[in-house]
C-alpha cells in the first residue's frame, strides 16, 4: 500500500475510506520525495481491509480547528474529522490546567496502602517528587475529579470473536462511570487501527463505535498503542490522558516494537496506560510482560483476568482509579540533562505505615513539557 520511497518514521493520518464515512489511523510515511508537497490526496485512500462501514464522523462541536495554520497546502488533508495539532493557544482559560511553563513536568498519581487500597485525602506536604535521584520542588498540586481524554483501544482480532460482546458492557460500564465531561475515542484493531468514534462524550456514539466489530486478522498491538497515543497527544482541550487497552494475545504484526511503544508512551505528553490482558491459550507470558511494562512504565496497571466475567469489574476499579489521582507538577530548571529521566514520587500519611505512588517512571526531555 506505501510506495518503496517511503521513510521509515512513523506520522499519524487519518485515511477515509472509498466506502464513505469510514475512518482508519493509518500509519502514512514520511515522503522523501518532491511530490510530498503537491496537492491532492494520497493514493491510500482506500480501505486496506475492506472493513464493513465505520461510524459517522463526529459533530463540529467536537472538532477544534488548529489555532495556528497548517504548514501543509489544505487539500492534501482528509476532510470531515481532521486530526488537530497540539498549539500553544490554548492558555490557562481552561478550568485544571496548569500556568504554562517550558519546563514544568506533570505528574497524574495514583496512592495506595498496604492492603492495595485507593488514598485519597494526602495533601501536597505527603508527597516527595525526585528527578534521577535529586528532590524537585512541588509547584502545583491537585486532588480533584478533572475530566479526561481516553482512548479505547480493543483488540478485533479473529480470537475475540466470543468476547466482545462482555468486553463492550465492560467498556460502556467505565464509560458511565467516569466524568461526565471526559472526551472519549474508540479504536478498534487487528492489523490496522480502526478509529471508530472521535472524541465525544456521547455514550450512545461510543457504543455504535464498540460494535464496529469484524474479529479477523491477526494483531498489531503496538501500532495500535503508539497511534492511539498520538491521537491523545492531539487533543489540546484535555491535559489528563488515558488509555484502556484490552487484548487476548500477543503483537504480530506491529512495525512498531515494545521498546519504541515504551519510549512513545513517556514521552512528555505520553498517557496513563491501562491494560486487559484476557488469559487464554493467546496470551503468553511475553505477551503479559509486555503489558506489563506498557503499564508499569507510565503509571498504569495490567490486569490478567481468569474469566470474562471479572472484566467488568476492572473497568469499574479502573474508571476509579482515574477519578482517584493526584496530579503534582515540578520544575526541573534548564539543567536537564539528555536521555532519559528517571522519576520518583513518594508519599507518607500518618494513619499508613507505607503508601505505594503510581506515575510515570520517566519522561524523555526535547520538548515542551506541557
Same mark, same amino acid.
Given at each position: 500500500?506505501?510506495?518503496?520511497?517511503?521513510?521509515?518514521?512513523?506520522? #499519524?493520518?487519518?485515511?477515509?475510506?472509498?466506502?464513505?464515512?469510514?475512518?482508519?489511523?493509518?500509519?502514512?510515511?514520511?515522503?522523501?520525495?518532491?511530490?510530498?508537497?503537491?496537492?491532492?490526496?494520497?493514493?491510500?485512500?482506500?480501505?486496506?481491509?475492506?472493513?464493513?462501514?465505520?461510524?459517522?464522523?463526529?459533530?463540529?462541536?467536537?472538532?477544534?480547528?488548529?489555532?495556528?495554520?497548517?504548514?501543509?497546502?489544505?487539500?492534501?488533508?482528509?476532510?470531515?474529522?481532521?486530526?488537530?495539532?497540539?498549539?500553544?493557544?490554548?492558555?490557562?482559560?481552561?478550568?485544571?490546567?496548569?500556568?504554562?511553563?517550558?519546563?514544568?513536568?506533570?505528574?497524574?498519581?495514583?496512592?495506595?496502602?498496604?492492603?492495595?487500597?485507593?488514598?485519597?485525602?494526602?495533601?501536597?506536604?505527603?508527597?516527595?517528587?525526585?528527578?534521577?535521584?535529586?528532590?524537585?520542588?512541588?509547584?502545583?498540586?491537585?486532588?480533584?475529579?478533572?475530566?479526561?481524554?481516553?482512548?479505547?483501544?480493543?483488540?478485533?482480532?479473529?480470537?475475540?470473536?466470543?468476547?466482545?460482546?462482555?468486553?463492550?458492557?465492560?467498556? #460502556?460500564?467505565?464509560?458511565?462511570?467516569?466524568?461526565?465531561?471526559?472526551?472519549?475515542?474508540?479504536?478498534?484493531?487487528?492489523?490496522?487501527?480502526?478509529?471508530?468514534?472521535?472524541?465525544?462524550?456521547?455514550?450512545?456514539?461510543?457504543?455504535?463505535?464498540?460494535?464496529?466489530?469484524?474479529?479477523?486478522?491477526?494483531?498489531?498491538?503496538?501500532?495500535?498503542?503508539?497511534?492511539?497515543?498520538?491521537?491523545?497527544?492531539?487533543?489540546?482541550?484535555?491535559?489528563?490522558?488515558?488509555?484502556?487497552?484490552?487484548?487476548?494475545?500477543?503483537?504480530?504484526?506491529?512495525?512498531?516494537?515494545?521498546?519504541?511503544?515504551?519510549?512513545?508512551?513517556?514521552?512528555?505528553?505520553?498517557?496513563?496506560?491501562?491494560?486487559?490482558?484476557?488469559?487464554?491459550?493467546?496470551?503468553?507470558?511475553?505477551?503479559?510482560?509486555?503489558?506489563?511494562?506498557?503499564?508499569?512504565?507510565?503509571?498504569?496497571?495490567?490486569?490478567?483476568?481468569?474469566?470474562?466475567?471479572?472484566?467488568?469489574?476492572?473497568?469499574?476499579?479502573?474508571?476509579?482509579?482515574?477519578?482517584?489521582?493526584?496530579?503534582?507538577?515540578?520544575?526541573?530548571?534548564?539543567?536537564?540533562?539528555?536521555?532519559?529521566?528517571?522519576?520518583?514520587?513518594?508519599?507518607?500519611?500518618?494513619?499508613?505505615?507505607?503508601?505505594?505512588?503510581?506515575?510515570?517512571?520517566?519522561?524523555?526531555?526535547?520538548?515542551?513539557?506541557?
Amino acid at each position: 500500500m506505501f510506495s518503496s520511497y517511503l521513510l521509515r518514521s512513523v506520522k #499519524l493520518a487519518v485515511l477515509a475510506a472509498v466506502a464513505g464515512s469510514s475512518w482508519v489511523i493509518g500509519f502514512a510515511q514520511s515522503v522523501s520525495s518532491p511530490q510530498d508537497s503537491a496537492p491532492g490526496p494520497p493514493a491510500a485512500y482506500d480501505n486496506p481491509l475492506a472493513l464493513p462501514p465505520r461510524t459517522s464522523p463526529p459533530p463540529p462541536s467536537v472538532q477544534q480547528p488548529s489555532a495556528e495554520p497548517a504548514e501543509q497546502p489544505q487539500s492534501q488533508q482528509p476532510s470531515g474529522n481532521s486530526i488537530t495539532p497540539i498549539t500553544g493557544g490554548a492558555e490557562d482559560q481552561g478550568r485544571f490546567v496548569f500556568k504554562k511553563q517550558v519546563q514544568e513536568v506533570a505528574l497524574h498519581a495514583t496512592v495506595v496502602d498496604e492492603m492495595g487500597r485507593l488514598v485519597t485525602g494526602l495533601d501536597r506536604s505527603a508527597f516527595s517528587v525526585y528527578q534521577n535521584g535529586q528532590p524537585e520542588s512541588i509547584t502545583s498540586f491537585r486532588r480533584e475529579d478533572v475530566p479526561v481524554a481516553i482512548g479505547i483501544v480493543i483488540d478485533n482480532s479473529g480470537s475475540m470473536r466470543d468476547k466482545r460482546g462482555k468486553v463492550n458492557q465492560a467498556v #460502556l460500564n467505565l464509560i458511565r462511570a467516569s466524568n461526565p465531561q471526559d472526551e472519549v475515542f474508540v479504536v478498534n484493531f487487528s492489523q490496522t487501527p480502526y478509529l471508530d468514534q472521535d472524541f465525544t462524550s456521547d455514550v450512545n456514539l461510543l457504543q455504535t463505535a464498540l460494535h464496529q466489530t469484524s474479529s479477523r486478522g491477526s494483531t498489531a498491538l503496538y501500532d495500535a498503542v503508539v497511534a492511539s497515543n498520538v491521537h491523545l497527544r492531539n487533543n489540546p482541550r484535555l491535559d489528563k490522558k488515558v488509555l484502556l487497552v484490552i487484548t487476548d494475545g500477543q503483537d504480530n504484526m506491529s512495525r512498531e516494537t515494545l521498546q519504541d511503544a515504551m519510549r512513545k508512551l513517556q514521552s512528555n505528553k505520553g498517557a496513563t496506560l491501562y491494560a486487559i490482558g484476557l488469559a487464554d491459550e493467546g496470551m503468553t507470558r511475553s505477551a503479559r510482560e509486555a503489558l506489563q511494562n506498557l503499564a508499569a512504565s507510565t503509571g498504569g496497571v495490567a490486569y490478567f483476568p481468569q474469566s470474562l466475567d471479572e472484566v467488568d469489574a476492572i473497568t469499574r476499579t479502573v474508571a476509579h482509579d482515574i477519578r482517584s489521582q493526584y496530579t503534582l507538577a515540578y520544575n526541573p530548571g534548564p539543567a536537564i540533562g539528555n536521555g532519559y529521566q528517571r522519576i520518583r514520587v513518594e508519599a507518607k500519611g500518618q494513619a499508613h505505615t507505607h503508601l505505594t505512588v503510581r506515575t510515570r517512571s520517566g519522561y524523555y526531555p526535547g520538548e515542551k513539557l506541557r
